[in-house]
């Protein structure tokens, strides 16, 4: 499959193209969070869930399917609690309204929807007004829900009934960056805030306002600190010798901040054998010692992390163009950063491991057109672009497939939702829920 660069930029600028994931069993540190999925990338943002009960394969026809309907475009992902499914879509392309919507899980009936105007600005060029989001994926905390839409429209809603509890255009009244396709980044609660990365929008040259927390409660500003040029990479949260470290990579590098009051902890700047970070829209994968590995269109880089006398230490460990992964969130597993590879002028077929602390490759297949693949070595879950979903194994050996199947009609962009043993899957049209037990 072939994609030109303007599609591959729009498409997959959340990293939607990442997969469900499975982990029964011991390589990432996981909470074990049965019936819920309440932001981006699961309970740990890694796409890794502690479940079982899922089938070892699947029948011709693929897993069961328990409901269908129509919903929308976009590419939030679905956020689940308490058997609730909550996301954001537009009817069409030319709909200048988004919609936040909540839906039974059991039955995918509608519960409540919100609308919220956001028309396309003028000035996007003609491939952002092909793409129109909304891209952002909701986050729930306790009995609110936040979301941001395609021009970085802020609302916080009562989770029950929808209703707005404060609402901030962080466009218009913080300056935030919009990108040809959108605001991206799905936000991250800590304490009592809420912290989103705004960036620099353009002509922008005041410093020190490109990240931003919110008091969760009443939408107040709690700090606001960094400089930097926004990319789509959402951050993650990690702890580092007892200090928890909010963890963002952006179009100047990456960057290790305090969350309690947006301190700079450390920042890796841009290598020199490369202009910038293009195309940034994967989650940085973090070992859980002392390894973070981020990728882009055009490269692959490994940091190694230490923390001594109170400061964090920052050093290069690898660094690589051969195996890009740029464009969703790949696994880990076993020591290994399990994903594919993605280039500006097309999806390619190759699989690939790599050792998260070396940046040595461990194997390269060619296999799954399109998949990315995150999760455990046991049992993974992915889907593709093309909307094929599949179950399989990879190990430092090798990887194994046990099933696959089509599973959509149209292209399917935004990474799906596993809880339990249900998966929820969006295309560009429908969203649907698929039993994946024995």
């Not at 055009?298 to 006398?309: K, V």
Request: charged letters at 20%; hydrophobic letters at 35%.
């Amino acid at each position: 499959m072939r994609l030109g660069s303007q599609m591959i930029q729009c498409r997959s600028s959340l990293a939607f193209l990442v997969v469900c994931v499975v982990v029964l069993g011991g390589y990432l540190p996981v909470t074990r969070a049965f019936g819920q999925w309440r932001q981006w990338g699961g309970p740990n943002r890694d796409f890794a869930v502690d479940t079982s009960g899922l089938a070892d394969s699947w029948p011709d026809g693929g897993p069961k399917k328990l409901w269908y309907r129509t919903l929308g475009t976009g590419y939030s992902s679905i956020v689940v609690d308490n058997g609730v499914l909550y996301t954001m879509y537009r009817t069409g392309r030319k709909d200048v309204h988004e919609y936040t919507i909540a839906l039974d899980a059991a039955t995918g009936k509608t519960i409540w929807q919100k609308r919220n105007r956001a028309a396309i600005p003028p000035e996007t060029p003609d491939h952002g007004k092909e793409y129109t989001g909304p891209n952002a994926t909701p986050l729930i905390v306790g009995d609110r829900l936040y979301t941001i839409g395609r021009n970085a429209t802020m609302h916080c809603f009562k989770k029950t009934d929808g209703a707005v509890l404060w609402k901030h255009e962080l466009h218009k009244d913080f300056g935030a960056q919009l990108e040809p396709c959108g605001y991206s980044c799905s936000p991250l609660a800590y304490g009592d805030t809420i912290i989103v990365p705004l960036g620099r929008g353009a002509g922008d040259t005041s410093e020190g306002n490109s990240l931003i927390a919110f008091d969760r409660e009443t939408g107040s500003v709690s700090w606001r600190s960094q400089t930097f040029r926004l990319d789509h990479s959402s951050p993650i949260l990690i702890t580092l010798g007892g200090q928890d470290q909010y963890v963002l990579c952006t179009k100047d590098g990456a960057f290790g901040i305090d969350p309690r009051n947006g301190a700079l902890l450390w920042h890796h700047a841009i290598p020199e054998e490369t202009d910038e970070f293009i195309g940034l829209y994967a989650n940085p994968v973090w070992n859980g010692a002392d390894a973070l590995q981020f990728s882009t269109i055009n490269a692959n880089y490994g940091i190694r992390l230490t923390r001594a006398d109170g400061k964090t230490n920052v050093e290069r460990a690898w660094y690589t163009r051969k195996v890009p992964m740029g464009m969703g969130t790949p696994a880990l597993i076993d020591g290994m950063v399990v994903g594919a590879k993605r280039t500006w002028d097309g999806a390619q077929n190759v699989l690939a491991a790599i050792d998260i602390r070396t940046g040595k490759r461990v194997w390269v297949k060619r296999a799954l057109p399109g998949a990315i693949l995150v999760g455990d070595a046991e049992k993974l879950v992915f889907l593709n672009l093309d909307g094929q979903l599949g179950l399989l194994t990879a190990t430092r050996e090798g990887l194994t497939t046990h099933a696959q199947c089509q599973v959509t009609e149209r292209w399917s962009w935004t990474a799906p939702t596993l809880v339990g043993t249900t998966l929820y899957v969006r295309d560009e049209k429908h969203i649907m829920a698929l039993d994946l037990s024995r």
